[in-house]
């Protein structure tokens, strides 16, 4: 495994091999804990240096290397992103652990030494974890190859490019093969709100359907003296932005959960003119798939009606996104099996569904999986945001990510198959 320390590469020792005699979940946690200061080095590595959605190369890099270097037969995908496979070659199951590579662009401002070195991109959402805790976990199993192959299973090992963009890097990945003859996927994904050590489980639906919806509005301008001759795009605007919302909240089941809010509201450069075009753009989200599948055509039909009465041209743009992520319960008992063991009968903690969108969900609309909400909070420390550039998790995060889905994979297996 390669790491940076004091800007330079650094090759840690190898894992020493468990003593026989020990339960396999035991074996995982001795393997991942053998390796467990050289996982926490390179997780401050990625962290060190984020690279948006699309440009992963390093990331890439460091992952194929670390992968080969251990003997993982690991391929790249076009631009960013790479697929491992190990286990048995002909398995009878095969189980999915997905990792996403791409960092957020904001500044970070932790002030910690192992903080961005890229002005303007940081990891806030925590996929330096993700990903340093997937290679963990694969390293470990590389280690135990041999129980793999005696129970007929094979790994497979996903680091996706690009999920911070809509549409994501998920379809990439299942383009390329990535969920070929899976039957399990399982992930993680960081909680700052509860404490490491600690994984949040539900069955069901744990995110929501995330779209991007962007309206642009065009008409004559004119000056601010005269609104009656022209097409007044900025009061055209406001309506927009106020009445889109209310009116979905009137014909959408409010039981869907559905929030219309806008992160970009733009119109005109000038107080005395009347621009001829304006935007808002924002995100669509909701908990409920039924009615992400047909709100469409109904985002476009009450932007017309609203423009309709002040003369403006309206073109929306409707991007769907990511449907929810809707975790399966014999994946969700195989993380808790995994979790419970390894860390304790009270390290499986209930979480709710939320209203973040994660593109994991296209992945699940095709095979069974869970994700689960991997603490990151040190005890008695601050409760930190994702997507905020003050965000710390303790280091012990990726130890803990690697152990449980290395287990998870483990507590999966049944005599005749998954369990």
Known sequence: MTTETSGRLQRPTRARSAPPGRSLLERVADEVDGRADAL????????RHPELSWQELRTTSVITDVLSE???????????????ELGAPDPRVRIALRADLDALPL?????????????????????????????????????????????????RLLFQPAEETIPGGAHTVMEHGGVA???????????????????????????AASDSVHVTLTGRGGHTSRPHLTQDITYALGKVVIE??????????????????????????????????????GTLRMLD??????????????????????????????????PPVDNDNAAVVALSKATMTLLGASAVVPTKQSMGGEDLGWYLTQVPGAMGRLGTRTPGGPTYELHQGDLVVDDQSVVIAAKVLAGGVFTSIGPDGLS
């Open 244 to 281: 889109v919302p209310a009116v979905l909240s009137r014909r959408l089941d409010p039981r869907s959960g559905t929030a219309l809010v806008w992160g970009v509201v733009r119109s005109g450069s000038a107080p005395n003119v009347i621009p001829t075009q304006a935007e808002c753009i």
């Open 107 to 155: 500044d970070e401002g932790t002030g910690l030494p192992f903080s961005s070195r890229t002005p303007g991109v940081a990891h806030a959402c925590g996929h330096d974890v993700h990903t340093v805790g997937v290679l963990g976990a694969g390293l470990a199993l590389k280690a135990l190859e041999d129980e793999l192959i005696d129970h007929g299973v094979g790994v």
């Open 181 to 207: 003859d899976v039957d399990r996927l399982l992930a993680l994904h960081c909680d700052p709100s509860i404490d490491v050590g600690t994984v949040g489980l539900r069955v069901g639906p744990i995110t």
């Open 289 to 322: 798939s039924e009615t992400w599948d047909t709100t469409g055509p109904l985002i476009d039909e009450v932007v017309q009606a609203v423009v309709a009465p002040y003369g403006v041209s309206a073109t929306v743009r409707h991007v769907k996104g990511v």
């Open 40 to 47: 926490v080095r390179l997780r401050r590595d990625v962290h």
């Open 70 to 84: 251990a003997g993982v037969e690991v391929r790249t995908l076009p631009g960013s992103g790479a697929i491992a």
